[in-house]
């Protein structure tokens, strides 16, 4: 409620209302409606978020789709920039409740902020189960809190229940066109969590999301700000921070502590939305290899990934420091998460209609509401932009640059290899006609593509004139599903005398384990010793070409991203000692 207020003084009690109802509807059309009971029905096997969506809807469009995917990259580089903000904004709001506390404490803020944001990140390591056993009571704590200072202030002014009328919310847009943008820009902070909460399904499940949300989080949520507007009726002096003022002076330090321990979980589930985005952004090729580990053997959504830990730990430092206070960052808050979930209403239209089966009047009725407050509340929070609403697009901006020149420096890579490379069945023919000599073992060639023969394998006739008594072409693809069953995960052919092919099928949510997969080989009847085994892979180095297909900008972020990625030998989870691993170049 401060953040929609003017400037001190009296406020009139319709204006309290109004602002009031508007918060209160946000809430109920855009969580509790919007995500809460239909977007989180749009699951992918039980993931969900912006590129679950993406993967969703291409696989219900049946064929690849420009379109889709763009809206789908566009939505996963906006989601960046909300997880930096977040956490900063909601730590230095927690924080700055001290100054009330302590007067005079302001040089104070930004470095318990740096302090609190750095142990968040630094416990990432541990796990969701981890942070929750502790997180999870002292949100239970936090919304009772809420809840029943809401319900005290509502005692001294019951005419607040006014506010439950959404033609309170229409009278004040209508009332107010000058100021109406500006006032939806800072309601909508009110419901920039929704986001995160689809974001974070694959980590928690739909069922407890909807428990949480409608048991708890609404509810307190609702009574508060209802408390909030109430308190405004009787004391319009508490205009500058009705959330604090609407507790007793002896609550205040204590309040403060919950304050700031809810704010930091509000960031972590923030933080999980965006490991889990990564991953499966990494699974679908848009962004480059990462080492991913697992931190829970019941949950395998629970994920940690230490160099995206690491790079969002140093932007929401920046940010804390930049910026200074949450009423500075508040300006830069709210642009990422509209336009995120702009394109997320048109990706649920098409998954509505081409997955659920709906007619398209009935997709488009069922999203055009919802898409119409989202571009409204985009346009409120565009006039932010000079402010500070430049941040998230800039964050937004540069992700997309990094996933797109991916995208692309890997597609031509795919088109390059492909016009070079010898099919298989030609190669397996030409050996065939030659004497070629044999050794103990078995070796396992990764390819992309199972119908090419694998460089490594022509690297290794070229110049070991050798093959092992028992090779296995082995692919690795990921489905257009999170999850792939055990029983389809292995498919085995034999191609010739000495050759498999072996195809291994993951969803874009897990991570490929070759070596535990190969165990699944074994089961099916193919016999081979692991410790007799080698990998062999090819390591390619890039290099800038005068000549190259893409600008000589994005070819060098391409080289970059590919010079840093996570090797194939720790992605695959392939033990150090089996791998040998021939280097090619290639030019960009």
């Known amino acids: 409620m401060a953040a929609a207020g003017a400037s001190s003084g009296r406020v009139p009690a319709e204006t309290v209302l109004g602002v009031l109802s508007l918060i209160l509807w946000t809430l109920v059309v855009i969580v509790s409606v919007k ?34 995917l763009i809206l789908g990259i566009l939505g996963a580089a906006l989601f960046y920039g909300d997880a930096l903000i977040t956490p900063a904004i909601s730590v230095l709001s927690a924080i700055e409740g001290l100054v009330l506390v302590m007067p005079g404490s302001e040089r104070f803020v930004v470095p318990a902020a740096i302090g609190i944001i750095a142990g968040l990140f630094a416990i990432q390591r541990q796990g969701t189960d981890a942070v929750a056993r502790f997180f999870g009571p002292v949100m239970l704590v936090w919304f009772a809190v809420l809840a029943l200072a809401g319900v005290w202030r509502i005692l001294d002014a019951p005419a607040v229940l006014a506010a439950l009328n959404p033609w309170y919310a229409a009278a004040f847009m209508v009332g107010h066109p000058a100021v109406a943008l500006v006032v939806l820009g800072a309601v909508f902070l009110a419901v920039t969590g929704a986001e995160a909460l689809y974001a974070d399904m694959g980590h928690f499940g739909r069922r407890p999301i909807r428990l949480g949300w ?17 308190l405004l009726l009787v004391h319009p002096e508490t205009l500058s921070n009705p959330f604090y003022l609407m507790f007793p002076d002896w609550a205040l330090s204590p309040l403060v502590i919950l304050a700031t321990l809810a704010t930091i979980i509000a960031s972590q589930a923030v933080i999980t939305g965006t490991f889990s985005l990564t ?34 730990l140093i932007g929401v430092l920046s940010l804390v420091i930049m910026f200074g206070s949450s009423s500075a960052l508040a300006a830069a808050y709210g642009i990422s998460v509209t336009g995120t979930m702009v394109i997320t209403a048109v990706l649920t239209m098409v998954v509505a209609h081409r997955h659920w089966g709906w007619s398209v009047p009935a997709s488009v009725a069922l999203m055009i509401p919802f898409l119409l407050i989202d571009l409204v509340f985009l346009g409120a929070n565009l006039v932010k932009i000079a402010d500070g609403g430049f941040v998230p697009i800039g964050i937004a901006a540069a992700m997309l640059v990094v996933m797109w020149s991916w995208r692309r420096g890997t597609g031509l890579m795919l088109a390059r290899d492909s016009e070079s490379a010898l099919p ?60 792939v069953p055990e029983a389809a995960r292995v498919s085995i052919a034999e191609i010739a005398p000495r050759f498999r092919q072996i195809l291994l099928s993951y969803g874009y949510a897990e991570d490929p384990d070759v070596p535990q997969a190969l165990m699944l080989c074994r089961r099916k009847g193919l016999k081979f010793d692991i410790m007799a085994t080698s990998f062999i892979l090819s390591r390619r180095r890039l290099r800038l070409s005068s000549r190259s297909l893409m600008p000589r900008w994005q070819a060098r972020v391409f080289i970059y991203l590919s010079r840093n990625s996570a090797s194939a030998s720790d992605y695959f989870r392939i033990p150090a000692g089996r791998v040998v691993e021939l280097g090619t170049q290639m030019n960009v």
Not at 214 to 230: C, E, H, S
Not at 300 to 312: D, E
Request: charged share 10%; no cysteine.
């Open 35 to 68: 995500y809460v009971t239909i977007l989180l029905r749009a699951d992918n096997d039980g993931e969900g978020g912006t590129l679950s969506l993406l993967a969703l809807a291409q696989r219900a469009v049946g064929r690849p789709s420009a379109a889709v």
């Open 214 to 230: 409608f048991a708890v989080a609404f509810p307190a949520l609702v009574l508060n700000y209802m408390g909030q507007g109430a």
């Open 279 to 312: 991953q499966q952004a990494v699974q679908l090729q848009l962004l480059p290899r990462m080492n991913i580990r697992h931190t829970s053997e019941a949950h395998p959504g629970q994920i940690y990934l230490p160099s995206v830990n690491a790079l969002l």
């Open 424 to 483: 298989l069945a030609t190669l397996l023919g030409q050996i065939n006609e030659k004497s070629v000599a044999s050794v103990p073992g078995t070796a396992v060639f990764l390819t992309a593509d199972p119908a090419m023969a694998p460089v490594a394998l022509l690297h290794s006739l070229k110049h070991f004139k050798a093959l092992h008594e028992q090779n296995m072409i082995l692919t690795v693809r990921t489905a257009n599903v999170p999850h």
